[in-house]
């Protein structure tokens, strides 16, 4: 059954990418497309982007629209999906991929409210879609099957000292839903697993106040660059494809040896 469902998921395939509007996302979404799937592409706040960006997965040849959501509102989650279900089709996979990291700081320097922020977020958001999705999927609950890729960071391990320890912690938390929720889900047709990017060019430093960051501190990285967001999608894109389908609960770093 394992087999057949996962040659399945190479047909029409429905991803939403949370967090699609630019940087890793939306490179995520781009590759997504060139490998066939119709991709919804979740923003907060960035509407023209993700416009933009849904225009270019359109010229891969497939279909594309862009929600609106705050994936740490249970709510609006649960609209999110809905809205995708009803214009897209059934969903068949999952880039949790929406996160955010707060400013740059020791970690007696880093307001409590920042720490609830990125915990709501990058945790609780990526739990949130995670459950829809697996509601939707599951062949528990009547589904087709499919895989959840969550993005998590080389910082979950590394713990980010005197950077943002408390985005490194809400990290290390995703890769521990990844490898629960790969053994829970296993049978019921569902692969989970993870993908912990390096430095790598996105907006995401110039975000948290250093957006010279990747350049600065590339020297800690073996391959003596950053990333760039293509290079992250290439893993995202394999670990949704039935190239991967024996392979669930594996946390893939690509960070450049770092």
């Not at 089709?89 to 409590?112: D, Q």
């Amino acid at each position: 059954m394992g087999r057949e469902l996962s040659t399945r998921m190479g047909e029409d395939q429905v991803t939403v990418v949370t967090g699609g509007s630019r940087g890793i996302g939306a490179a995520v979404a781009v590759r997504l497309a060139r490998a066939g799937h119709s991709v919804a592409i979740g923003y907060e706040r960035a509407q023209d982007a993700a416009e933009r960006w849904a225009a270019a997965v359109r010229a891969e040849g497939v279909r594309s629209i862009v929600v609106q959501a705050d994936t740490s509102d249970a709510e609006q989650v649960e609209a999110m999906f809905d809205r995708v279900r009803e214009e897209l089709g059934p969903i068949t996979g999952l880039v949790n991929n929406a996160g955010i990291t707060g400013p740059l700081g020791r970690f007696t320097e880093t307001s409590p409210e920042v720490m609830r922020r990125v915990v709501d977020v990058n945790v609780t958001g990526a739990l949130l879609c995670a459950r829809r999705a697996v509601r939707e999927m599951s062949t528990h609950h009547g589904g087709q099957g499919g895989a959840i890729v969550n993005i998590s960071s080389g910082a979950a391990t590394t713990g980010s000292p005197g950077e943002y320890v408390h985005y490194a912690a809400s990290k290390a938390a995703v890769d521990a839903m990844t490898v629960g929720l790969s053994k829970e889900l296993a049978a019921e047709g569902i692969r989970v697993n993870s993908v912990q990017p390096g430095m790598t060019l996105t907006d995401i430093h110039a975000r948290m106040g250093d957006p010279e960051r990747p350049w600065r501190v590339q020297g800690r990285v073996p391959m003596g660059r950053p990333g760039e967001p293509e290079e992250i999608a290439g893993a995202v894109a394999w670990l949704l494809s039935p190239e991967a389908s024996y392979t669930t609960g594996a946390v893939l770093r690509v960070a450049g040896g770092l």
